[in-house]
């Protein structure tokens, strides 16, 4: 088998330069049918209980634990011949993480790649959800280092699963005032916790509190997967989630005081980037399709003006 | 319950392609599940053996194996050989173990049926109910996760209590069941969730 039939880093666009040769020796999406089976009835009750954190019997992937174990179990289980798969890592298309888990899938399902959002049938996401709003049919996965958000509260797995049974969420409340009497606000700035349909407190995995307003009512299906706690969730489409706050200490999300450096966009996550050893940093946004196509539109608009 | 061996010859065919088809299928139950009254199309080639519609069938050869016991009504009992056949499953004799339940007649009580815990909510039975027939814009006006405002679905064949039956099932939440209501090639889900109005 060839290693590099794919140019990563061609345009998204041409289907052709998009796929990559499939290996022989392995299943349809690498992981074996009873698995797949196992995970896809976890994966049903999670949406039937949304935010519910359902048990499941992960497997060994061929990457190690917090890369994205979770998350690849639940594309690998999704995902058909027909889907387009996108995977972004903290908004990037073009990192390690990314470039990997998305060549694994051309590689064993087979499946055209893109790094447009709205071309993508399944998203597969660490630590960020897209600046482009998903729509109807999407599936939105996310990768899950630690699923449980009460666990930093109390550390014993059979006490949370009580405090979810019986909704019993005073601590969390507890350790947000905490923040407001030490520092002034709620300082968590990502992993910030979330009430699902009013039901289940749930972490939304690490992306930054920017991006939990987007969750909310979302049409996307949004799962999740946490290889090595062994946990999937899911919130449905059109379904209610609110972050956790006080009614004189409202939820916020982070601003900037410029926009982006590259595209001008006021209204995205920004990225810090250290220029040099001088001080000199720059904004940009953390969602490389999202500028990279408002820089291609800009840049049409000067040549259309020109000519 | 005695097994007796098994006639191979017949047996009705399962999935021709069973990879490519389970994840079809599958895909179909989760768009269904994730949008509450929302009717999904099985798309795929599968001469169900009777009593079974070709829509549970193929959710029965896409999900269940030897990890899941499955109930079956009176009216289903002829399919045990098949799903025993194609899927390895073990018949539960209690509907408190079933984790899957098949039900070609009448929609029975579903407190009998595993409701799951407090602590294990998914441990609870998906009922799939071979139903008369499924339209959209019918009778029943549906709302919950998955629907943004309301969704209509038409049910032929649920009991006349049925309204009743499954408020109570909404009132467990967390716990209770799931249903999903097949008819022909066609399915749509009730998760727990949804609450329902005629």
């Not at chain 1, 797949?36 to 992937?61: C, W």
């Not at chain 1, 470039?99 to 709205?118: P, Q």
Request: hydrophobic share 40%.
């Amino acid at each position: 088998m060839t290693m590099s039939a794919t140019d990563e880093s061609a345009p998204a666009g041409d289907d052709e330069q998009h796929r990559t040769a499939t290996i022989d020796g392995y299943n349809f999406a690498f992981l074996d049918e009873q698995t797949k089976r196992m995970i896809r009835r976890a994966i049903l009750k999670a949406v039937a209980i949304p935010g519910y954190q359902v048990p499941f019997g992960s497997r060994e992937m061929p990457l190690p634990y917090g890369w994205g174990t979770g998350g690849i179990q639940v594309t690998a289980s999704v995902i058909g011949p027909d889907d387009v798969l996108k995977v972004i890592d903290q908004g990037a298309d073009d990192t390690t993480n990314a470039v990997n888990i998305r060549r694994f899938f051309a590689k064993t399902a087979g499946v055209d790649t893109t790094e447009r959002t709205k071309e993508a049938t399944i998203v597969q996401t660490r630590h960020r959800v897209p600046e482009t709003p998903l729509a109807e049919g999407q599936i939105l996965v996310y990768q899950v280092p630690i699923p449980e958000p009460l666990r930093w509260i109390e550390p014993r797995e059979t006490e949370t699963r009580k405090m979810h049974a019986l909704e019993e969420y005073g601590t969390m409340q507890v350790s947000l005032y905490e923040d407001i009497a030490k520092f002034g606000r709620i300082a968590k700035g990502y992993n910030y916790p979330v009430l699902v349909n009013g039901r289940y407190v749930m972490s939304p995995s690490p992306i930054p509190k920017f991006d939990n307003p987007k969750m909310d009512r979302n049409p996307a299906l949004q799962l999740f997967g946490a290889g090595r706690e062994k946990r999937i969730y899911a919130i449905p489409p059109h379904t209610p989630v609110k972050s956790l706050d006080f009614d004189d200490y409202p939820f916020d999300v982070e601003t900037w005081n410029q926009p982006c450096a590259l595209c001008g966009a006021t209204d995205t996550f920004l990225d810090e980037v250290v220029l040099d050893d001088k001080g000199g940093r720059m904004f940009c946004c953390s969602d490389t399709e999202y500028c990279a196509e408002r820089q291609a539109r800009a840049a049409g608009r000067a040549r259309g003006d020109a000519a | 319950m005695p097994t007796q061996p098994l006639d191979a010859s017949r047996i009705a065919p399962g999935f021709a392609d069973p990879v490519l088809d389970a994840q079809s299928v599958f895909r179909g139950v989760l768009a269904a599940m994730a949008r509450p009254g929302a009717i999904a199309e099985i798309d795929i080639a599968l001469e169900p053996p009777a009593p079974l519609n070709a829509a549970t069938a193929a959710v029965c050869l896409a999900l269940a194996d030897f990890d899941t016991p499955v109930w079956l009504d009176a009216a289903a009992a002829p399919a045990a050989d098949f799903l025993r056949f194609h899927c390895g499953c073990p018949i539960a004799d209690d509907p408190a173990e079933a984790r899957f339940a098949v039900i070609a007649g009448a929609l029975p009580a579903l407190p009998p049926f595993a409701q799951g815990s407090d602590e294990y909510p998914d441990t609870s039975t998906t009922l799939l109910f071979q139903a008369g027939g499924l339209r959209p814009d019918g009778g029943w006006s549906l709302a919950g996760p998955g629907i943004a405002q309301t969704a209509r679905i038409g049910i032929d064949g649920l009991p006349a209590d049925f309204a009743m039956a499954w408020r109570r099932n909404n009132a467990l939440f967390p716990r209770g069941v799931d249903l999903v209501i097949t008819a022909d090639r066609r399915l749509c889900c009730l998760p727990r969730t949804t609450t329902v109005r005629s």
